[in-house]
């Protein structure tokens, strides 16, 4: 992959609307790449788009969401460049874990592109309910915690009586005894606190998409030069090799340019798929 249009981006300045600390993940990694300055924004509450707790629902998509970040932060910098991530969790294989679906976008208003970088893997989100503080403790220590921060709250998932940020032993106490005492049942809901300063698993991810949008923008459109020219979808079709059948399984990608949509399409190197994966052959 050529350089060069990552190379368009040397010295420049990105705002960064947060409040949970992603700055550490992200300004790094493009300092790097380069040099280029990440600039927190701050004074604009992003918990008022919306939180993993529910109080406080999304409006829209995830994608919706972190582009009405990036230019509410260009919109409070004066800068042109924004940064902006925004994360989700859904059940993983066989509702054995949980995964975490981080993007990270780059908005340029100057060449008016939008890339976005993305990372779909294993995250820490869990929860238990309780009725001691002893069954609170050996729930606190499957989640993670202290190095993992904590939500409490009375009763069930459903109650607004919400303590946030729970990272230490004696903050987990103090909100038990609360949360308990305000409980209609006796039960005390635990659950991962999702957001990325007081979720180090979760800021790994947000690392891990931010490299997967500077990957992106180093790629540059072989029909009008802009960054951003990648992988939008794998199409399916690949044959079975035994019965010829054109199974759901990639056989090429498509890949696109954001600024003027041109689109390649490439062959992957692997020409036939296993019976077994064949839903002809092993229906």
């Not at 010295?11 to 600039?39: D, M, N, W, Y």
């Not at 949008?213 to 794998?234: E, I, K, Y």
Request: proline share 5%; glycine share 10%; net charge neutral.
């Amino acid at each position: 992959m050529s350089r060069d249009a990552l190379a368009a981006y040397s010295g420049a300045r990105f705002s960064l609307l947060t409040q949970h600390g992603k700055e550490q993940a992200i300004g790094p990694l493009f300092q790097e790449a380069c040099g280029a300055s990440v600039q927190l924004v701050q004074g604009f509450d992003t918990d008022s788009l919306g939180t993993f707790t529910m109080d406080i629902p999304r409006d829209g998509s995830q994608l919706e969401a972190v582009r009405k970040k990036a230019r509410i932060g260009m919109e409070i910098s004066g800068l042109s460049l924004g940064l902006a991530s925004e994360g989700s969790f859904g059940p993983g294989p066989f509702g054995l874990y949980a995964m975490n679906l981080e993007l990270v976008i780059m908005v340029d208003a100057t060449r008016r592109i939008e890339i976005v970088g993305r990372a779909r893997v294993p995250g820490r989100h869990s929860h238990a309910r309780v009725t001691t503080l002893g069954e609170l403790q050996d729930a606190a220590r499957r989640l993670g915690f202290p190095e993992h921060g904590l939500v409490i709250r009375p009763t069930d998932e459903t109650d607004l009586r919400i303590r946030k940020g729970v990272r230490s032993w004696d903050s987990l106490t103090q909100a038990f005894a609360e949360a308990h005492e305000q409980s209609t049942t006796g039960i005390v809901f635990v659950e991962n606190d999702l957001r990325a300063h007081c979720n180090p698993t979760r800021m790994e991810n947000i690392v891990a998409a931010t490299q997967d949008l500077l990957g992106r923008m180093r790629c540059q459109c072989p029909a009008c030069g802009s960054p951003g020219f990648g992988l939008v979808a794998r199409l399916p079709g690949l044959p079975c090799r035994d019965c010829g059948f054109a199974t759901q399984e990639a056989r090429a990608e498509k890949l696109e340019c954001v600024a003027c949509r041109h689109e390649q399409v490439r062959d992957l190197p692997v020409r036939h798929v296993d019976p077994f994966r064949c839903e002809q052959c092993n229906p």
